[in-house]
């Protein structure tokens, strides 16, 4: 069904600190025309074999793209979220027609219709032939983008898990054709997709309210794997404010999965759970990002650390054998896996065991680190039990 004609030429490109942003042409067969690409590849892109990454569609490039990057950086340096893929589509003197619908039955115009052929069938096969993605893909838009984003849901098999929209300006009907869409087959998909509405104060009453019915709507549904956020922003200073705090809060929430465990995730997914399930719930979190993100990070040690509790106090630490091989099987060079297993076989008083355990782990720490002296007092108290 999706066919590949895309011509490239490609007009500049320019290398900072290992990140990279290329400006091209992309001529489209579906629209006829040529457009203007700015794709940015974050650092590591061109020299990482291993590494996928995520990548995100911006249409109105020229306005939304730098504050997409700017955020893309900002999170991926605070490890919430993964370096990602950026393509930027230039809509400027276009978009008019780019994004059109029939004010009479809000359905996409011939040529909305054929930009969103254009992504779908040319623009997204090129990039992910071309660079290093990864199976999840974002798409942005805003004011009539906005409506033009939400078509994408009308979808048997989603082309994309996360939808950013802000500031839209909705087509009159927009809800009746959400209901259309039918999202309970989401259920049906092994995936996880988000949407994120961030309305605004400043436009007409019309529109305030047309973003708000959409938001609810949106919200209503009870679709376990469809995660909506709708954020009115009734108190934000300007227009402009909007735009930069909403691109904040949508990453907060699409690369949720991808974040540490935080207190609130704690407090609600992880604190009841028996060690075998919790153990179960922190292999399933990283395998998830390593599937969705192509990120293969391992587990955080605060993410242990984080389970440690449960896997101690909860069924007489007998699964602490359990955490420790999985730890070892991540990181197989840190004292961490060798921790819990010596304290596994402590526990149960096989001190000959444990002493050994606690031996190579102590074995693998740096002298110099601080840390290698408490962790040696493992192997001293477990000499003074034999």
Same mark, same amino acid.
């Given at each position: 069904m999706k066919?590949?004609?895309?011509?490239? $030429?490609?007009?500049?490109?320019?290398?900072?600190?290992?990140?990279?942003?290329?400006?091209? !042409?992309?001529?489209?067969? =579906?629209?006829?025309?040529?457009?203007?690409?700015?794709?940015?590849?974050?650092?590591?892109?061109?020299?990482?074999?291993?590494s996928n990454y995520p990548l995100a569609i911006v249409l109105d490039g020229e306005k939304l793209f730098d504050l997409y990057v700017g955020n893309a950086k900002l999170f991926a340096q605070a490890d919430h979220a993964p370096k990602q893929i950026v393509v930027g589509i230039?809509? !400027?003197?276009?978009?008019?027609?780019?994004?059109?619908?029939?004010?009479?039955?809000?359905? $996409?115009? @011939?040529? @909305?219709?054929?930009?969103?052929?254009?992504?779908?069938?040319? *623009?997204?096969?090129?990039?992910?032939?071309?660079?290093?993605?990864?199976?999840?893909?974002?798409?942005?838009?805003?004011?009539?983008?906005?409506?033009?984003?939400?078509?994408?849901?009308r979808e048997k098999l989603q082309v994309f898990n996360a939808y950013i929209c802000i500031n839209p300006t909705f087509a009159p009907d927009?809800?009746?054709?959400?209901? @259309?869409?039918?999202?309970?087959?989401? &259920?049906?998909?092994?995936?996880?997709?988000?949407?994120?509405?961030?309305?605004?104060?400043?436009?007409?009453?019309?529109?305030?309210?047309?973003?708000?019915?959409?938001?609810?709507?949106? &919200?209503?549904?009870?679709?376990?794997?469809?995660?909506?956020? =709708?954020?009115?922003?009734?108190?934000s200073p300007s227009t402009t404010s909007i735009y930069s705090e909403a691109m904040g809060r949508s990453f907060a929430k699409v690369f949720e999965i991808y974040s540490g465990i935080s207190k609130i995730e704690f407090e609600e997914k992880v604190k009841e759970l028996s060690p075998p399930d919790a153990i179960t719930y922190l292999e399933t979190k990283y395998l998830d990002i390593e599937f969705l993100f192509g990120s293969n990070i391992g587990i955080r040690p605060q993410d242990i650390f984080a389970v440690e509790s449960i896997i101690i106090d909860k069924e007489n630490g007998d =699964?602490?054998?359990?955490?420790?091989?999985?730890?070892?099987?991540?990181?197989?060079?840190?004292? *961490?896996?060798?921790?819990? *297993?010596?304290?596994? =076989?402590?526990?149960?008083?096989?001190?000959?065991?444990? *002493?050994?355990?606690?031996?190579?782990?102590?074995?693998?720490?740096?002298?110099d680190d601080p840390k290698s002296d408490l962790f040696y007092r493992n192997i001293e108290r477990v000499l003074g039990k034999r």
């Amino acid at each position: 069904m999706k066919k590949i004609f895309a011509f490239l $030429l490609i007009i500049s490109s320019a290398t900072v600190f290992g990140q990279k942003l290329i400006t091209k !042409k992309f001529t489209s067969q =579906y629209l006829n025309q040529s457009r203007d690409l700015r794709i940015y590849l974050p650092e590591g892109h061109d020299t990482d074999s291993i590494s996928n990454y995520p990548l995100a569609i911006v249409l109105d490039g020229e306005k939304l793209f730098d504050l997409y990057v700017g955020n893309a950086k900002l999170f991926a340096q605070a490890d919430h979220a993964p370096k990602q893929i950026v393509v930027g589509i230039d809509m !400027k003197k276009t978009r008019a027609k780019d994004v059109s619908f029939d004010p009479l039955n809000s359905k $996409l115009t @011939s040529f @909305s219709s054929n930009f969103y052929l254009f992504i779908r069938d040319e *623009l997204i096969p090129y990039i992910e032939g071309a660079y290093k993605t990864s199976p999840f893909l974002t798409i942005v838009g805003q004011g009539t983008a906005g409506n033009f984003i939400t078509h994408f849901l009308r979808e048997k098999l989603q082309v994309f898990n996360a939808y950013i929209c802000i500031n839209p300006t909705f087509a009159p009907d927009i809800n009746r054709q959400i209901e @259309s869409y039918k999202l309970d087959k989401l &259920k049906r998909e092994d995936n996880t997709f988000y949407f994120y509405v961030a309305g605004n104060p400043y436009k007409s009453e019309k529109r305030k309210v047309l973003t708000d019915q959409f938001g609810t709507y949106l &919200k209503s549904f009870e679709v376990p794997n469809f995660h909506v956020v =709708y954020n009115d922003f009734k108190t934000s200073p300007s227009t402009t404010s909007i735009y930069s705090e909403a691109m904040g809060r949508s990453f907060a929430k699409v690369f949720e999965i991808y974040s540490g465990i935080s207190k609130i995730e704690f407090e609600e997914k992880v604190k009841e759970l028996s060690p075998p399930d919790a153990i179960t719930y922190l292999e399933t979190k990283y395998l998830d990002i390593e599937f969705l993100f192509g990120s293969n990070i391992g587990i955080r040690p605060q993410d242990i650390f984080a389970v440690e509790s449960i896997i101690i106090d909860k069924e007489n630490g007998d =699964y602490l054998d359990d955490f420790g091989k999985m730890i070892l099987n991540v990181y197989p060079n840190s004292h *961490l896996g060798d921790y819990y *297993l010596g304290l596994y =076989y402590e526990t149960g008083k096989n001190y000959k065991r444990a *002493l050994e355990m606690y031996r190579k782990g102590y074995g693998k720490m740096d002298p110099d680190d601080p840390k290698s002296d408490l962790f040696y007092r493992n192997i001293e108290r477990v000499l003074g039990k034999r």
